[in-house]
């Protein structure tokens, strides 16, 4: 089965295996031996392929279908970002967004609580595209250490605040990600360590370093901070609804808002015996869902039949 994708990215053609920015979307063309090409900038001499799939610009949503069809048997859209995000474009936007996703051939989302979303919006095909990470070079953490990393800056998007807040209950030193929608204010919270502006591959390692991660984002996407934490086998504390969350993290995840709870999770962690349990099933479950074998499995599971 012969499969392309379709983003926003300048990134074309194949994507190397040791790619330094190797996020989710291109850890799934490296997966599916997929090339990659710019959705505004389609060869004019592209082979036929089975299946094409098109990650919709958050930013520039109008985006015709048929300009793929004439080189892909089927077109799939690709969830950008949580459901809701269309919703904040202008009406006559979210019209032309509603009409391009029900018009491909199926749609693959993040979550599993993404797939009744769409099916009531109208789409009539709708799969789960489980998130990934390509771990070639990469070594989990082998020994204990004392810091928590928190999973987003301070914004509703994020939710940093609230991570920040009971990440402070673990008494351990915090850090966390610059990110794009971070606040100047933020570096003059003294208890807080903001690391620079990184690679993927440098994240990764990086996060290695810590021993918490807390990640209490209300918006859910493809959630990849709980997995990249379950990759070194750090219990993360996040919410419900998130795939990678309920399924890596299954003993310090908490209902959506539930900020006692979380409290009291980070609490439980102090004891060594419950952290190792933690340790243990996340990396179980790692091994049975995230790694690229697993991933391929479940590609076949959830169906590629054209």
């Not at 940093?160 to 966390?176: C, K, N, Q």
């Not at 990600?177 to 971070?182: A, C, L, Q, W």
């Amino acid at each position: 089965m012969k499969i392309v994708f379709f983003s926003e990215s300048q990134v074309s053609g194949k994507i190397p295996r040791d790619f330094s920015n190797a996020r989710t979307e291109y850890a799934w063309m490296m997966a599916l031996d997929a090339p990659h090409y710019n959705i505004n900038n389609i060869p004019s001499q592209l082979e036929k392929f089975d299946l094409g799939i098109v990650i919709i610009p958050k930013n520039n949503p109008n985006i015709n279908l048929d300009l793929f069809r004439s080189c892909c048997d089927k077109v799939a859209v690709m969830q950008e970002g949580p459901n809701w995000f269309f919703q904040d474009y202008s009406v006559e936007q979210q019209f032309y967004y509603y009409n391009t996703v029900v018009s491909a051939d199926w749609v693959y989302c993040h979550n599993k609580s993404d797939v009744s979303y769409y099916l009531g919006l109208g789409c009539k095909d709708v799969r789960v595209m489980r998130s990934l990470m390509i771990t070639d070079g990469l070594v989990p953490r082998s020994k204990w250490v004392d810091g928590t990393m928190i999973g987003g800056n301070f914004c509703s998007w994020y939710g940093g605040f609230d991570s920040y807040m009971v990440a402070r209950e673990m008494g351990l030193p915090i850090s966390a990600p610059s990110m794009g929608r971070k606040q100047e204010q933020e570096d003059s919270i003294e208890d807080i360590n903001y690391l620079p502006y990184m690679s993927w591959r440098d994240w990764i390692k990086t996060l290695g370093q810590y021993s918490i991660g807390v990640h209490l984002m209300r918006t859910h996407a493809a959630g990849t901070f709980a997995m990249n934490c379950g990759f070194h086998g750090i219990p993360c504390v996040g919410y419900k609804g998130l795939d990678t969350q309920e399924i890596l993290h299954p003993l310090t995840t908490v209902d959506v808002g539930d900020l006692d709870e979380a409290v009291r999770v980070v609490e439980k962690l102090k004891d060594e015996k419950f952290y190792r349990l933690c340790n243990e099933t996340i990396a179980k479950r790692f091994e049975q869902n995230y790694t690229e074998k697993a991933w391929k499995q479940n590609w076949l599971e959830v169906g590629e039949s054209v």
